[in-house]
């Protein structure tokens, strides 16, 4: 069991550097100094070993001869250590890798270390193999796109998502709307609102509720129950978790947690490689799924159809295949490896947590602490820096316990307020009903 932790608060690297510029171009307002922002340091699990690995591997190569500068951009994307970049050199140079298509002797080679990926991002996520499967992307996006595509919308579908969530996760509304299904956002007493109403009406058509693990914007964590509470409450409803700004600093352990479909970036873990991301999908959701394109990689074979009572047809792929299309970047695969190999020396996912955690907790404190010399806080923080939560998504202290409810908080980021659709409203769900209802209310 995870203690509860509060959220880490976010500040943008532009806010930041313009508070920076404002203060050494007007010293006469406020100059930061060491004394104001680094005394005390703190002393978090883990530091020594951090601070070892950044002096040799991560700090010669961002700092130059006379203005040495810190990586802020972790949000945008993590940053590799000089072990990972040797580390792939290495494994590069060591043999030959071809085409996973064929099978030769370099194409096997290449084929192992894809599954071994495979199996390592199970781990890494404590899935089951027989309950989850991972298809390689080339990034959350990615996999978003693949999920818009293959997900079965129907004129009866609802497509939910919260308020706060990645364009990538709005995009998928646009498949939804295609199929003429209904779309809108909720904020998160809303959703906390709908689960703890009635089932919906009964329908066959099949609906989807959409939110990330972690707002990449605020930092706020968002209750991971929701997942058992829809499948419990919400007859024919499916769940994406948005990880990519989770899965960096958290434990997601999908043998308690049980999303449908999850997406990541893997250069968000860990830097390298770019261009490389994993759609998590639950195989019992998969079977419902609708594939419409094919290619390379994704077919067994086809035919064209040339002529006369010679209609085309195709033999496709089950499982992963069926949706990676064309050649995967194996090479770019292989190299998760090293960023693998360095979280199992930071101590694992668990251990990273603490740490980020503590240094987030120093960091709230000690920007609040500024002050001009009126009084006056120099510094205001972005979204919920008091509400704890447990970290450890999966972990007991994540149950439904009232004291660990999310309070309601409006994210600056505001997808569609109303509901749209192209079939009558009379025939949509309660959930839908009632989100659509108080959208109205608050335009009027």
Known sequence: MSPTQPNAPVVTTVSLVLLLLLFSSFPDVYRITDRHVMDPTPTCPISPLVERIYAHE?????????TPFHYLDFTGSSIYTTTQASEYHALL???????????????????????????????????????????FTRSATGALNLLGEAFPFTDQSQFVYLEANHNSVLGVRSYAQKAGARV?????????????????????????????????FEGVLYPL?????VHEKKPNWMVLLDTAAFAPTYRLDLSVVKPDFAVVSWYKVFGLPSGVGSWIVK??????LQRVFWGGSSVFTA???????????EVRFQGEARYEDGTLPFLEIGSLRTGFDLMDRLGGIDSVQEYVTCLGKYLSSRL????????????????????????????????????NRPTARRSSRIGPRRWSSQRPASRSGTGARAARARATERAT
């Open 283 to 288: 195989r019992s959701s998969e079977k419902h």
């Open 184 to 216: 809108g956002a909720m904020t998160e007493d809303e959703v906390e609102r709908w689960l703890a109403s009635d089932g919906d009406e009964p329908s066959d058509a099949w609906n989807l509720l959409a939110y990330p693990a972690k707002d990449n």
């Open 368 to 403: 609040q602490s500024l002050r001009h010399s009126n009084g006056v806080a120099l510094v205001k923080l972005n979204g919920n820096t008091t509400r704890t939560q447990s970290a450890s998504l999966g972990s007991p202290a994540s149950s439904s316990s009232s004291r």
């Open 58 to 66: 991560v700090a010669p190569r961002v700092a130059s001869d006379s």
């Open 93 to 135: 140079s060591a043999g030959v890798y071809g085409n996973p298509h064929s099978k030769s002797l370099s194409s096997r080679l290449s084929t192992q270390h894809v599954n071994d990926m495979r199996q390592r991002i199970l781990e890494y996520f404590n899935a089951d193999p027989d309950e989850y499967m991972v298809v």
């Open 225 to 229: 129950e929701w997942i058992e509470r």
């Open 303 to 313: 035919t064209a159809g040339h002529g006369a009572g010679n209609a085309p047809w």
